[in-house]
């Protein structure tokens, strides 16, 4: 027999749930609103030639425009230099991030002026930044300045900027000093978190810090380490800044990535649809590389 005391819970939880109803639902439709529309709007949109204007009509292509980008060489090479770019930056953070955490961590007095020290450039503007090493890069800038007329190791300057490559490692120097301060507060954070008697056990057992590092600390990571490169990667997919300030994607388009030519078609050539589907082969390219990255991650973990 169902009681009063029965029926009272379950009044109450009714409430509760309506509620909690009450209390989630504006976070449900801002994310609705503002993540999962525009996604939905871009996906059916890959498959239109779109036209901005309400008079407009927007023919059906199909999948013209993913063949149109897949056909483009500019595109390809977009997504090369991407890949270029996260092959080089994501390794560097990782690593340095990673270095500097285990010095900062061993660090009784000053390690909270280091830590500021160090990630001052993650919180400082990428337009101010990008700007300054423009002008490092530049033909009359710092760096040529040293190497011409302080170490002679150059008889006229150097155009950094004005080649595919010399221009994308600027970008790729750019992107690993601001994000070494990221990596280093998250790998400091799962570095204090690693048990101290792991530590106290190795050196019983005569080990040396190189020995700690590789078999107790690098294994209690390893799940913050799959966090790192995931999100670094689906950042390096992410840049812009860097490439729009110091290059504009020039010269010829030899140095753009995949949203500043993304940028360029939507706002230059006004190509909706292809940068609609251009946006959604970037999106199955970065969960392809996290499914790879998981995968690899339950690999290593069974042996």
Do not use: C
């Not at 009063?4 to 009450?22: C, E, G, P, Q, Y």
């Not at 890959?46 to 036209?51: G, N």
């Not at 000093?177 to 280093?184: A, D, L, S, T």
């Not at 590092?213 to 689906?234: A, D, H, K, Q």
């Amino acid at each position: 027999m169902i009681t009063i005391a029965d029926k009272i819970i379950k009044k109450t939880k009714r409430r509760l749930d309506w509620r909690a109803l009450v209390i989630f639902l504006p976070g449900f439709l801002f994310v609705f609103i503002f993540t999962f529309y525009p996604m939905a709007k871009m996906l059916v949109m890959s498959f239109f030639d779109w036209k901005i204007g309400f008079n407009q009509v927007s023919p059906f292509v199909g999948f013209k425009n993913y063949i149109d980008v897949l056909s483009d060489p500019i595109a390809r090479l977009s997504i090369v230099n991407t890949f270029a770019y996260a092959f080089v930056t994501v390794p560097l953070q990782i690593v340095i991030g990673l270095l500097v955490a285990v010095l900062i961590n061993g660090i009784v007095k000053g390690s909270v002026g280091f830590r500021l020290g160090y990630y001052f450039p993650v919180i400082s503007s990428w337009v101010v930044v990008a700007l300054l090493f423009r002008y490092i890069f530049s033909n009359f800038g710092l760096l040529n300045y040293f190497l011409v007329d302080i170490l002679h190791l150059s008889s006229e300057p150097i155009g950094w900027l004005s080649s595919r490559w010399s221009a994308l490692f600027a970008a790729m120097m750019l992107g690993v000093w601001k994000g070494v301060g990221w990596n280093m507060v998250v790998f400091l954070a799962a570095l204090q978190a690693v048990p101290k008697d792991q530590y106290e056990a190795a050196d019983i057992d005569g080990a040396n810090r190189i020995q700690k590092f590789f078999m107790i600390t690098l294994p209690n990571i390893r799940g913050t380490m799959l966090f790192v490169i995931i999100m670094l990667s689906i950042g390096a997919f992410n840049t812009y800044t860097p490439i729009t300030v110091l290059t504009g994607g020039n010269p010829a388009h030899q140095t753009e990535v995949v949203l500043t030519w993304m940028y360029f078609k939507t706002f230059n050539a006004f190509k909706m649809g292809y940068s609609a589907a251009f946006s959604v082969i970037v999106a199955i390219i970065i969960i392809l590389i996290t499914i790879t990255l998981f995968s690899l991650s339950k690999w290593k973990r069974r042996d």
